[in-house]
């Protein structure tokens, strides 16, 4: 069955600081993968995805992860942290039949908090 | 653009009481998915719909009904609330499914008592 994981259920940062959240998928086939960022009181909203080709992806705010088939993981990162990146950060990855990917299972979730 | 707009914002049901939660997509989206988020859980697929006319079961569906008769909108039913029902529910749609971005509704917040 597809699985993610995320190791961090909370972590703390300084203001300027860099940043790495983990995340590891179980899933079969190539994976359709997906970091998504939650605001206080909000929905998610779509940080970056990764489908194929160059394994370093970019996203919004500042933000970059890498695929790595071999470890099965996708690390976000971001080279300074700004106070207003506190929020929860989601890894997932697109999952379903043998001919499509109709579901996305989400990861645990790790709890970003900045101090200035 | 309104997006995904979920119906009501927050509620409060006793034990046994039904509800039925209605998320509506103006983006002409094939894929919609209700999840549900606990604390430490993340967010966990109740059930989803591949096109209008059909529902598909996710990680948790117990408890929980569908449907999905019109393209726009997706239902969430819960015909006999229970205190474990107590979560925020988001709904989701996109237009390929697992393999497309997901535009999620703002949550609807229940707590059963």
């Known amino acids: 069955a597809q699985s993610v994981t995320q190791p961090d259920i909370h972590i703390t940062v300084s203001e300027g600081a860099s940043l790495e959240l983990r995340c590891n998928y179980s899933y079969g086939a190539t994976p359709y993968l997906f970091w998504y960022v939650q605001s206080p009181g909000q929905g998610l909203q779509l940080l970056l995805k990764?489908?194929?080709?160059?394994?370093l992806v970019q996203g919004i705010k500042g933000f970059e992860a890498e695929f790595k088939r071999s470890q099965s993981s996708f690390n976000l990162r971001k080279p300074s942290v700004h106070w207003s990146d506190a929020a929860e950060y989601f890894c997932a990855v697109g999952a379903g039949g043998k001919t499509s990917y109709d579901k996305v299972i989400f990861g645990p979730g790790t709890s970003l908090s900045v101090i200035p | 653009n309104a997006g995904v707009t979920q119906t009501p914002k927050f509620r409060v049901l006793k034990t046994g009481q039904s509800m039925t939660l209605l998320c509506a997509q103006d983006m002409n989206h094939e894929y919609m998915y209700w999840y549900r988020q606990d604390p430490g859980m993340g967010l966990r697929l109740i059930h989803y719909?591949?096109?209008?006319?059909?529902?598909a079961k996710g990680e948790v569906p117990d408890g929980y009904n569908v449907s999905r008769l019109k393209k726009q909108n997706f239902l969430l039913g819960l015909e006999s609330a229970a205190p474990s029902q107590t979560s925020v529910y988001f709904c989701?749609?996109?237009?390929?499914?697992?393999?497309?971005?997901?535009?999620f509704g703002n949550g609807t917040r229940l707590t059963v008592t």
């Open positions: 989701a749609s996109s237009y390929l499914g697992g393999d497309s971005p997901l535009h």
């Open positions: 719909s591949v096109g209008e006319g059909t529902t």
């Open positions: 990764y489908f194929s080709g160059d394994t």
